[in-house]
């Protein structure tokens, strides 16, 4: 018998990654449906991340993107995704590992996932950034730092879904 305790949060970060690798396989596999879209929020220097030079210098820590009406050749693997963006009138690839992601919003039907990280590594606060950087023909930007989005509290605010809520303090 072991005594080492069963790891949940590492489970439930890796469950919430499933989802949006779900979500972004479903995309690339028949489109976006209706008006939804996705910001996406990851750490621009974690590993394996692959994009132009000039924009990582522009956003050292982090990044938002948009993939609305603008996007191509979205690919999904176990690791992460791949899609093609414009940047300032130039088509650029970008290569996003699922545990370089901060944040996930689908603001059309106000659902968003905040990823954090272990100490030692990049952690995503609510309320901290915002939108860095959009693609060409990107709807409005997120109201937070991975957008609005969440699930609606008893009062009408949005609440960003993050595992510190469940944590000990």
Do not use: C
Not at 74 to 80: F, I, K, Q, R, Y
Not at 89 to 100: D, I
Not at 136 to 146: L, V
Request: glycine residues 12%; charged residues 25%.
């Amino acid at each position: 018998m072991s005594d080492i305790p069963l790891n949940y949060e590492s489970m439930v970060e890796g469950a919430m990654r499933s989802v949006v690798r779900e979500a972004l396989q479903e995309v690339s596999d028949r489109g976006l449906p209706g008006d939804h879209h996705f910001f996406i929020t990851f750490k621009t220097g974690a590993p394996d991340v692959e994009m132009p030079a000039n924009l990582r210098a522009q956003h050292p820590d982090d990044i938002t993107i948009v993939l609305q009406h603008q996007f191509w050749n979205l690919l999904v693997d176990e690791a992460g995704f791949s899609v093609d963006l414009s940047f300032g009138g130039k088509r650029e690839h970008l290569y996003v590992p699922f545990k370089a992601l901060v944040g996930f919003v689908d603001p059309t039907v106000e659902f968003g996932l905040q990823f954090t990280r272990k100490k030692g590594a990049a952690t995503a606060e609510p309320g901290a950034g915002g939108l860095l950087a959009a693609p060409e023909g990107a709807a409005e930007a997120p109201k937070a730092a991975a957008g609005e989005g969440g699930q609606k509290s008893a009062g009408g605010v949005d609440k960003i879904v993050s595992l510190d809520q469940f944590r000990k303090k």
